[in-house]
């Protein structure tokens, strides 16, 4: 089992960046291939961001690519996005999760543990 908390959200704007962190604790977190989502309010959850245990492949959401980066420190037990360019429709609650899973994972009942998600707010 693993406990995911998520920080560094907050109040940009349009154009500018923020660094989400995601802070494991527990089981081992290079066990666990990990993934990025986010949901606006009205909206369905959304991939946005996933990465192997090793960090050796990544993959996003169209919308975030070459926008977006998603790493992990395993030394740490630390998951990141880094926000670049950010836009407001990039305004919802993000969360981080982890699954037992080797490859990169995409749908969100593919993950076994979920962070409690953290604020992002993009202003025009």
């Known amino acids: 089992q693993v406990q995911l908390v998520e920080s560094g959200g907050g109040l940009v704007q349009a154009g500018g960046s923020l660094r989400l962190s995601c802070a494991a604790s527990g089981r081992a977190f290079i066990s666990y291939a990990m993934g990025w989502f986010r949901q606006a309010p009205g909206e369905e959850r959304e991939f946005v961001a996933a990465?192997?245990?090793?960090?050796?492949?990544?993959d996003y959401t169209d919308s975030v690519k070459g926008r977006f980066t998603i790493s992990r420190d395993n030394a740490k037990n630390t998951l990141y996005l880094q926000m670049n360019s950010l836009k407001p429709e990039d305004t919802a609650v993000y969360s981080c999760?982890?699954?037992?899973?080797?490859?990169?994972?995409?749908?969100?009942?593919?993950?076994?543990?979920w962070g409690q998600g953290t604020q992002v707010t993009v202003s025009s």
């Open positions: 990465i192997t245990r090793s960090g050796g492949a990544t």
């Open positions: 999760a982890a699954t037992g899973d080797y490859g990169l994972t995409y749908r969100a009942d593919g993950y076994d543990y």
